[in-house]
């Protein structure tokens, strides 16, 4: 899932729902499209819950050498927000 999943559902639920005219037998498309529609939010909604679960977080240590000379470690990851959804 992802937010074009999200978008695209969104979209097409909203355009089955309110500018399609035609019918089909036995199949309602406004509620098919509203049915779409809220599968789009939803997934919407996941996305983002799960992509602001995860955080970046980095540190870096620099150590002076005796000579003068400096070396620099970075460290980068990412992790699981543990107050997240």
């Given at each position: 899932m992802g937010y074009g999943l999200g978008i695209?559902?969104?979209a097409l639920g909203l355009i089955?729902?309110?500018a399609v005219g035609d019918?089909?037998?036995?199949?309602d498309l406004y509620?098919?499209?509203l049915i779409l529609a809220g599968v789009g939010v939803l997934a919407l909604i996941l996305t983002a819950a799960t992509t602001?679960?995860?955080r970046r977080t980095g540190t870096v240590a620099t150590t002076t050498h005796p000579d003068g000379s400096q070396t620099v470690q970075e460290r980068r990851s990412t992790h699981a927000d543990p107050g997240g959804v």
């Open positions: 695209f559902l969104l089955l729902a309110f019918s089909i037998a036995s199949v509620t098919a499209g602001m679960g995860r």
